[in-house]
């Protein structure tokens, strides 16, 4: 395999909104700058996916309607339906216009989801035919410990449980350093190049290299305009999952055209 990235995996650019931004207006606002910026013809050759806060998936969509930039949501539940209070099901956010889902961000793990949890989304997203973005990462101290590969490697085991290597089309794995989310302090490319390598190193003992190699992953973690480039040389790294810099229409317009 070559030694830098020539792509032959579709790249995705994601933008995590998070929480943000405040309401509706700025919401729409900011799609339509980024809609105005990614022309259709402009990102032919790649998955670009905004992620706004829920409530204004369904008006994000319809802005972008007509562009070729897809739409996610950041959270579901594993249910399906019923008496889950302030749960939000997976047919719910199709049926506003999503098309992936993320699962397992580090902010929500660290709130006390689970790898079980976080497996069960993954399951019940791709059953409700909505792509899952299974989100793992290792926090700085077990990165210190020398633990990383062997956590991140984990962490994608149990968040595949149960996904047959035909579902396996349908998902994408996002590398998130937790050190590295929100805090400027990327990961290297060598780093981030290493252990995506690891990952789909994981993923063939799991479901063969065919699948491995089929599988996007992506890296996220302070990734910006400036520093996207080097990240995606790195072989096996196929696109990024962003926060803070996606929250621009000029800077998504960045990263999306910046490799
Ligand atoms: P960041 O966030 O780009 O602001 O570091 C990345 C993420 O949490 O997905």
């Not at 309607?65 to 950041?74: F, H, K, T, W």
């Not at 689970?114 to 793992?136: F, Y």
Request: charged letters at 20%; a negative charge; hydrophobic letters at 40%.
């Amino acid at each position: 395999m070559s030694e830098t990235n020539d792509h032959e995996r579709r790249p995705v650019i994601a933008g995590n909104w998070k929480m943000n931004p405040r309401d509706l207006e700025s919401a729409g606002d900011l799609a339509e700058g980024i809609a105005s910026k990614l022309g259709y013809d402009e990102i032919v050759d790649k998955d670009v996916i905004v992620i706004p806060p829920t409530p204004f998936i369904s008006d994000v969509s319809q802005i972008l309607e007509l562009s070729n930039i897809q739409v996610g949501a950041q959270a579901m539940s594993p249910e399906n339906g019923g008496a889950h209070t302030g749960e939000v099901s997976g047919k719910m956010l199709k049926s506003v216009g999503a098309t992936h889902v993320l699962a397992g961000h580090s902010e929500r793990r660290t709130g006390g989801e689970t790898d079980v949890m976080v497996n069960a989304q993954v399951r019940t997203a791709l059953d409700q035919s909505l792509r899952p973005i299974l989100c793992v990462g290792e926090e700085l101290n077990v990165r210190e410990a020398g633990d990383a590969v062997h956590t991140v490697c984990a962490q994608v085991a149990a968040g595949l449980k149960g996904v047959t290597a035909e579902q396996m089309t349908e998902v994408i794995v996002a590398y998130e350093p937790v050190w590295a989310i929100g805090t400027g302090m990327t990961a290297s490319p060598e780093d981030a190049g290493s252990m995506t390598e690891s990952i789909r190193d994981q993923i063939s003992l799991l479901y063969g290299e065919d699948v491995a190699q089929a599988t996007r992953i992506l890296y996220g973690g302070s990734v910006k305009p400036s520093n996207i480039g080097e990240l995606m040389k790195q072989k096996d790294v196929d696109g990024a999952l962003v926060g803070g810099a996606s929250l621009k229409a000029e800077s998504f317009e960045g990263l999306v055209k910046g490799f």
